[in-house]
Protein backbone atom coordinates (compact mmCIF):
# COMPACT_ATOMS: atom_id res chain seq x y z
CA UNK A 1 0.00 0.00 0.00
CA UNK A 2 1.37 3.65 -0.77
CA UNK A 3 1.00 6.04 1.73
CA UNK A 4 0.83 9.99 1.39
CA UNK A 5 1.18 12.72 4.05
CA UNK A 6 -0.42 16.16 3.28
CA UNK A 7 0.79 19.19 4.85
CA UNK A 8 -0.03 22.77 3.87
CA UNK A 9 2.39 24.42 6.94
CA UNK A 10 4.06 21.56 8.67
CA UNK A 11 7.88 21.33 8.67
CA UNK A 12 8.95 18.11 7.15
CA UNK A 13 10.18 16.87 10.07
CA UNK A 14 7.50 17.85 12.55
CA UNK A 15 7.57 15.66 15.57
CA UNK A 16 4.07 14.17 15.32
CA UNK A 17 3.96 14.16 11.45
CA UNK A 18 7.69 12.57 10.69
CA UNK A 19 8.97 11.21 13.89
CA UNK A 20 5.86 9.62 14.94
CA UNK A 21 3.18 8.61 12.32
CA UNK A 22 5.53 8.22 9.23
CA UNK A 23 8.26 6.21 11.25
CA UNK A 24 5.62 4.03 12.99
CA UNK A 25 4.22 3.18 9.28
CA UNK A 26 7.52 2.80 7.94
CA UNK A 27 7.48 -0.24 10.38
CA UNK A 28 4.78 -1.86 8.28
CA UNK A 29 4.67 0.03 4.94
CA UNK A 30 7.41 0.83 2.47
CA UNK A 31 5.91 3.34 -0.05
CA UNK A 32 5.85 6.27 2.16
CA UNK A 33 5.43 10.22 0.76
CA UNK A 34 5.31 13.58 2.57
CA UNK A 35 4.28 16.46 0.77
CA UNK A 36 5.23 19.22 2.17
CA UNK A 37 6.36 23.30 1.98
CA UNK A 38 9.78 23.18 1.36
CA UNK A 39 12.65 24.01 -1.24
CA UNK A 40 13.52 20.75 -3.29
CA UNK A 41 12.48 17.02 -3.56
CA UNK A 42 14.28 14.57 -1.77
CA UNK A 43 14.29 11.27 0.20
CA UNK A 44 14.99 11.34 3.63
CA UNK A 45 17.69 8.87 5.16
CA UNK A 46 14.66 6.83 6.28
CA UNK A 47 13.83 6.39 3.09
CA UNK A 48 10.70 8.60 2.96
CA UNK A 49 10.16 10.31 -0.80
CA UNK A 50 9.65 13.80 -0.13
CA UNK A 51 7.82 16.46 -2.11
CA UNK A 52 8.17 20.10 -2.13
CA UNK A 53 5.96 22.86 -2.98
CA UNK A 54 6.71 26.41 -2.36
CA UNK A 55 5.43 28.19 1.04
CA UNK A 56 2.98 30.42 0.97
CA UNK A 57 4.08 34.03 1.15
CA UNK A 58 1.44 34.41 4.68
CA UNK A 59 -1.37 33.14 6.27
CA UNK A 60 -3.71 33.98 3.75
CA UNK A 61 -1.81 32.72 1.03
CA UNK A 62 -3.33 29.60 0.32
CA UNK A 63 -5.12 28.86 -3.17
CA UNK A 64 -2.14 28.59 -5.20
CA UNK A 65 -0.49 26.24 -2.31
CA UNK A 66 -3.36 23.82 -2.49
CA UNK A 67 -3.12 23.90 -6.07
CA UNK A 68 0.20 23.01 -6.25
CA UNK A 69 -0.01 19.99 -3.05
CA UNK A 70 -2.86 18.54 -5.33
CA UNK A 71 -1.03 18.18 -8.86
CA UNK A 72 1.83 16.63 -6.52
CA UNK A 73 -0.59 14.27 -4.73
CA UNK A 74 -2.43 12.77 -8.00
CA UNK A 75 1.03 11.90 -9.73
CA UNK A 76 2.38 10.27 -6.75
CA UNK A 77 -1.38 7.95 -7.04
CA UNK A 78 -1.18 6.77 -3.18
CA UNK A 79 -3.89 4.44 -1.75
CA UNK A 80 -4.42 6.17 1.35
CA UNK A 81 -3.44 10.28 1.66
CA UNK A 82 -3.38 11.17 4.76
CA UNK A 83 -3.66 15.38 5.82
CA UNK A 84 -2.87 17.28 8.56
CA UNK A 85 -4.70 20.98 7.96
CA UNK A 86 -8.24 22.20 6.55
CA UNK A 87 -6.29 23.43 3.46
CA UNK A 88 -4.32 19.78 2.87
CA UNK A 89 -7.95 17.72 3.98
CA UNK A 90 -9.63 19.85 1.21
CA UNK A 91 -7.18 18.87 -0.59
CA UNK A 92 -7.16 15.07 0.17
CA UNK A 93 -11.17 15.87 -0.68
CA UNK A 94 -10.36 16.54 -4.44
CA UNK A 95 -8.52 13.37 -4.37
CA UNK A 96 -10.63 11.18 -3.13
CA UNK A 97 -13.94 12.56 -5.52
CA UNK A 98 -11.60 12.78 -8.44
CA UNK A 99 -9.45 8.99 -7.81
CA UNK A 100 -11.63 7.38 -5.03
CA UNK A 101 -8.50 7.63 -2.74
CA UNK A 102 -9.06 6.68 0.73
CA UNK A 103 -8.52 9.87 3.27
CA UNK A 104 -7.26 10.54 6.09
CA UNK A 105 -7.95 13.64 8.28
CA UNK A 106 -5.41 14.41 11.06
CA UNK A 107 -6.70 17.40 13.33
CA UNK A 108 -4.22 18.51 15.92
CA UNK A 109 -4.83 21.79 16.66
CA UNK A 110 -7.95 23.99 17.34
CA UNK A 111 -8.06 24.95 13.87
CA UNK A 112 -11.24 27.45 13.82
CA UNK A 113 -10.39 29.02 16.96
CA UNK A 114 -6.39 29.43 15.50
CA UNK A 115 -8.11 30.88 11.87
CA UNK A 116 -9.83 33.26 13.51
CA UNK A 117 -7.22 35.28 15.21
CA UNK A 118 -6.28 36.87 12.48
CA UNK A 119 -9.11 38.63 12.34
CA UNK A 120 -9.15 40.12 15.49
CA UNK A 121 -12.49 42.56 15.57
CA UNK A 122 -14.63 39.80 13.25
CA UNK A 123 -12.90 36.51 15.96
CA UNK A 124 -16.65 34.63 15.68
CA UNK A 125 -17.81 35.34 12.21
CA UNK A 126 -14.41 33.94 11.44
CA UNK A 127 -14.92 30.55 13.65
CA UNK A 128 -17.80 30.23 12.72
CA UNK A 129 -16.65 30.24 9.26
CA UNK A 130 -14.07 28.04 9.93
CA UNK A 131 -16.43 25.54 11.97
CA UNK A 132 -18.52 24.89 9.37
CA UNK A 133 -15.81 24.75 6.54
CA UNK A 134 -14.12 21.63 8.86
CA UNK A 135 -17.31 20.36 9.71
CA UNK A 136 -18.16 19.76 5.73
CA UNK A 137 -14.62 18.29 5.38
CA UNK A 138 -14.84 16.39 7.80
CA UNK A 139 -18.02 14.30 6.92
CA UNK A 140 -15.71 13.29 3.48
CA UNK A 141 -13.00 11.16 5.74
CA UNK A 142 -12.67 7.62 5.40
CA UNK A 143 -11.16 8.21 9.51
CA UNK A 144 -10.81 10.89 11.53
CA UNK A 145 -7.67 11.04 14.44
CA UNK A 146 -7.19 13.98 16.50
CA UNK A 147 -5.18 14.61 19.66
CA UNK A 148 -7.63 15.23 22.95
CA UNK A 149 -11.26 14.04 24.08
CA UNK A 150 -12.43 17.75 23.17
CA UNK A 151 -11.86 17.14 19.10
CA UNK A 152 -12.92 13.85 19.35
CA UNK A 153 -16.21 14.83 21.28
CA UNK A 154 -16.53 17.13 18.06
CA UNK A 155 -15.56 15.36 15.10
CA UNK A 156 -18.15 12.34 16.26
CA UNK A 157 -20.53 14.36 15.61
CA UNK A 158 -19.99 14.51 12.08
CA UNK A 159 -17.78 11.50 11.77
CA UNK A 160 -18.27 7.58 12.83
CA UNK A 161 -14.55 6.58 12.62
CA UNK A 162 -12.87 8.93 15.10
CA UNK A 163 -9.89 7.63 16.53
CA UNK A 164 -8.18 9.12 19.73
CA UNK A 165 -4.43 9.67 19.14
CA UNK A 166 -2.61 11.47 21.37
CA UNK A 167 0.79 13.57 20.86
CA UNK A 168 2.43 11.93 23.65
CA UNK A 169 6.70 11.48 23.03
CA UNK A 170 8.44 8.40 21.62
CA UNK A 171 10.50 6.78 24.21
CA UNK A 172 13.93 7.05 23.75
CA UNK A 173 15.07 5.11 27.12
CA UNK A 174 15.68 6.47 30.49
CA UNK A 175 17.62 9.90 30.62
CA UNK A 176 20.76 10.16 32.27
CA UNK A 177 20.41 13.41 35.10
CA UNK A 178 23.37 14.74 36.08
CA UNK A 179 22.60 17.62 37.97
CA UNK A 180 24.80 20.57 39.25
CA UNK A 181 24.86 21.93 42.66
CA UNK A 182 22.86 25.76 41.02
CA UNK A 183 20.42 24.50 40.30
CA UNK A 184 19.12 25.24 36.39
CA UNK A 185 15.26 25.68 35.42
CA UNK A 186 14.85 25.35 31.56
CA UNK A 187 11.99 26.85 29.32
CA UNK A 188 12.31 25.47 25.92
CA UNK A 189 9.92 26.26 22.83
CA UNK A 190 8.95 29.65 20.91
CA UNK A 191 9.90 32.75 22.86
CA UNK A 192 6.32 34.97 23.00
CA UNK A 193 4.27 36.28 25.59
CA UNK A 194 1.05 34.04 25.42
CA UNK A 195 3.75 31.50 26.01
CA UNK A 196 4.55 33.15 29.37
CA UNK A 197 7.75 34.48 29.13
CA UNK A 198 7.55 37.51 30.12
CA UNK A 199 5.66 36.29 33.25
CA UNK A 200 8.23 33.94 33.92
CA UNK A 201 11.24 37.11 34.01
CA UNK A 202 9.14 39.23 36.25
CA UNK A 203 9.07 35.98 38.72
CA UNK A 204 12.87 35.66 37.91
CA UNK A 205 13.35 39.19 39.13
CA UNK A 206 11.66 38.99 42.90
CA UNK A 207 12.96 35.03 43.57
CA UNK A 208 14.99 34.59 46.77
CA UNK A 209 17.31 31.73 45.86
CA UNK A 210 19.97 31.37 43.60
CA UNK A 211 19.25 29.55 40.35
CA UNK A 212 20.66 29.38 36.66
CA UNK A 213 17.43 29.68 34.14
CA UNK A 214 17.87 28.61 30.49
CA UNK A 215 15.53 29.51 27.70
CA UNK A 216 15.96 27.48 24.10
CA UNK A 217 14.15 28.86 21.03
CA UNK A 218 13.29 31.45 19.13
CA UNK A 219 11.77 34.73 19.41
CA UNK A 220 8.40 34.82 17.64
CA UNK A 221 8.76 38.43 16.13
CA UNK A 222 11.32 41.05 16.52
CA UNK A 223 9.01 43.23 18.57
CA UNK A 224 8.48 40.66 21.24
CA UNK A 225 12.61 39.97 21.17
CA UNK A 226 13.69 43.48 22.11
CA UNK A 227 10.76 43.87 24.47
CA UNK A 228 11.91 40.79 26.66
CA UNK A 229 15.70 41.66 26.01
CA UNK A 230 15.21 45.21 27.21
CA UNK A 231 13.52 43.89 30.11
CA UNK A 232 16.10 41.23 30.38
CA UNK A 233 18.69 44.30 30.40
CA UNK A 234 17.04 46.51 33.25
CA UNK A 235 15.59 43.96 35.51
CA UNK A 236 17.92 40.77 35.64
CA UNK A 237 21.39 42.26 35.04
CA UNK A 238 21.85 39.99 38.44
CA UNK A 239 20.53 36.67 37.26
CA UNK A 240 22.09 33.70 35.67
CA UNK A 241 20.20 33.68 32.23
CA UNK A 242 21.79 31.91 29.15
CA UNK A 243 19.53 32.59 25.91
CA UNK A 244 20.46 29.77 22.82
CA UNK A 245 18.47 30.50 20.21
CA UNK A 246 16.67 27.43 18.03
CA UNK A 247 19.45 24.73 18.34
CA UNK A 248 19.30 20.73 17.63
CA UNK A 249 17.10 17.98 19.32
CA UNK A 250 20.45 16.50 21.02
CA UNK A 251 21.39 19.87 22.40
CA UNK A 252 17.92 20.51 23.80
CA UNK A 253 18.18 16.55 25.42
CA UNK A 254 21.46 17.26 26.92
CA UNK A 255 19.92 21.05 29.15
CA UNK A 256 17.08 18.92 30.12
CA UNK A 257 19.38 16.24 31.39
CA UNK A 258 20.92 18.64 33.48
CA UNK A 259 17.08 20.93 34.07
CA UNK A 260 15.97 20.66 38.14
CA UNK A 261 12.90 22.12 36.56
CA UNK A 262 10.79 23.35 33.02
CA UNK A 263 8.27 26.22 32.69
CA UNK A 264 5.40 25.46 30.91
CA UNK A 265 2.91 28.62 32.00
CA UNK A 266 1.03 28.94 28.43
CA UNK A 267 -1.30 32.13 29.29
CA UNK A 268 -4.83 31.58 29.61
CA UNK A 269 -6.12 34.50 26.72
CA UNK A 270 -5.84 31.89 24.50
CA UNK A 271 -9.19 29.48 24.58
CA UNK A 272 -6.36 26.99 22.57
CA UNK A 273 -4.20 26.22 25.45
CA UNK A 274 -5.93 25.74 27.94
CA UNK A 275 -7.56 23.11 26.50
CA UNK A 276 -4.24 21.40 25.84
CA UNK A 277 -1.89 19.15 26.39
CA UNK A 278 0.90 20.34 25.61
CA UNK A 279 3.92 17.81 24.12
CA UNK A 280 6.35 20.24 26.07
CA UNK A 281 4.87 19.12 29.43
CA UNK A 282 5.45 14.92 28.44
CA UNK A 283 9.05 16.11 27.15
CA UNK A 284 10.05 17.54 30.28
CA UNK A 285 8.24 14.57 31.85
CA UNK A 286 10.57 12.10 29.74
CA UNK A 287 13.32 13.51 31.35
CA UNK A 288 13.05 13.49 34.70
CA UNK A 289 12.42 17.03 34.84
CA UNK A 290 9.88 18.55 37.25
CA UNK A 291 7.58 20.73 36.05
CA UNK A 292 6.11 24.72 36.99
CA UNK A 293 2.91 24.66 34.75
CA UNK A 294 -0.40 26.82 34.30
CA UNK A 295 -3.62 25.64 36.58
CA UNK A 296 -5.37 24.50 33.25
CA UNK A 297 -8.11 21.87 33.49
CA UNK A 298 -6.16 19.42 31.25
CA UNK A 299 -2.49 19.73 32.68
CA UNK A 300 -3.77 20.00 36.65
CA UNK A 301 -5.07 16.29 35.89
CA UNK A 302 -1.59 15.35 35.12
CA UNK A 303 1.01 17.23 36.82
CA UNK A 304 -1.29 16.96 40.47
CA UNK A 305 -2.67 13.07 39.35
CA UNK A 306 1.11 12.48 38.75
CA UNK A 307 2.82 14.18 41.09
CA UNK A 308 5.69 15.85 38.96
CA UNK A 309 5.56 19.29 39.52
CA UNK A 310 3.72 22.33 40.61
CA UNK A 311 0.65 24.00 39.34
CA UNK A 312 0.09 27.75 39.47
CA UNK A 313 -1.57 31.19 38.32
CA UNK A 314 0.58 31.87 35.02
CA UNK A 315 -0.85 35.33 34.98
CA UNK A 316 1.02 35.91 38.67
CA UNK A 317 4.92 36.21 38.43
CA UNK A 318 4.51 35.91 42.57
CA UNK A 319 3.29 32.80 42.98
CA UNK A 320 5.56 31.36 39.57
CA UNK A 321 8.54 32.84 41.72
CA UNK A 322 7.32 31.24 44.97
CA UNK A 323 6.90 28.00 42.72
CA UNK A 324 10.62 28.11 41.80
CA UNK A 325 11.93 29.19 45.52
CA UNK A 326 10.27 26.14 47.03
CA UNK A 327 12.09 23.93 44.57
CA UNK A 328 15.18 25.49 44.88
CA UNK A 329 14.55 25.00 48.85
CA UNK A 330 13.19 21.52 48.40
CA UNK A 331 15.31 19.54 46.13
CA UNK A 332 14.84 16.42 47.13
CA UNK A 333 11.08 17.12 46.37
CA UNK A 334 12.11 18.12 42.74
CA UNK A 335 13.91 14.66 42.42
CA UNK A 336 11.09 12.93 43.37
CA UNK A 337 8.48 14.71 40.92
CA UNK A 338 11.18 14.36 37.87
CA UNK A 339 11.11 10.49 38.90
CA UNK A 340 7.35 10.36 39.16
CA UNK A 341 7.05 12.33 35.69
CA UNK A 342 9.04 10.23 33.88
CA UNK A 343 7.43 7.00 35.22
CA UNK A 344 4.17 8.01 34.04
CA UNK A 345 5.48 8.71 30.80
CA UNK A 346 6.87 5.44 30.61
CA UNK A 347 4.09 3.80 31.46
CA UNK A 348 1.18 5.51 30.33
CA UNK A 349 1.71 8.93 27.92
CA UNK A 350 4.03 7.59 25.24
CA UNK A 351 3.44 6.87 21.70
CA UNK A 352 3.78 3.27 21.51
CA UNK A 353 -0.29 3.21 22.15
CA UNK A 354 -0.80 5.52 19.62
CA UNK A 355 1.36 3.67 17.13
CA UNK A 356 -0.76 0.69 17.21
CA UNK A 357 -4.15 2.54 16.97
CA UNK A 358 -2.47 3.93 14.02
CA UNK A 359 -1.60 1.15 12.53
CA UNK A 360 -4.96 -0.67 13.01
CA UNK A 361 -6.56 2.32 11.23
CA UNK A 362 -4.39 1.72 7.94
CA UNK A 363 -4.94 -1.68 8.41
CA UNK A 364 -8.77 -1.20 8.29
CA UNK A 365 -8.73 0.99 5.27
CA UNK A 366 -6.28 -1.71 3.54
CA UNK A 367 -9.17 -4.16 4.11
CA UNK A 368 -7.08 -6.29 6.36
CA UNK A 369 -7.67 -8.06 10.09
CA UNK A 370 -7.08 -5.46 12.90
CA UNK A 371 -3.63 -6.26 14.56
Same mark, same amino acid.
Given at each position: ?12 F????Y ?16 ? %?P????? *? @???? !??V?? +? /? #????W??R ?12 E ?13 F ?20 Y ?6 E ?13 Y ?5 ? %???A??? *? @???? !????? +? /? #? ?5 E ?6 V???E ?7 K ?9 S ?15 KG ?8 N ?46 L ?29 D?P???N ?5 N ?16 I ?44 K??
Amino acid at each position: MRICMLTSSHNVFDNRIYYKEILSLKKVYDEIYLV %APGDKDF *V @TEDG !IIVRC +F /K #KRRAWYDRIRPMRDMYKIAAEINADVYHAHEPDSFQVAVKLKRNLNKKIIYDSHEYYPEAFAEHFKGLYDVAKKFIYIYEKNL %AKRADYI *V @TVND !ILVDK +F /K #KWNKNVELITNYPVLEGEPKKTFSEKPIFVYAGGLSEDRGILKTLEAIKIIKGDAKFVFIGNFRDKETEDKIMNFAKENLKDKDIEWTGRIGHKEVLEYLNRAFAGFVLLQPKNWRYVNSEPIKLFEYMMSKTAVIASDFPMMRNIVEGENCGLLVDPTDPEKVAEAIDYLIENKESAYKMGENGFRAVFERYNWDVNEKKLLNIYKKLEGDKIV
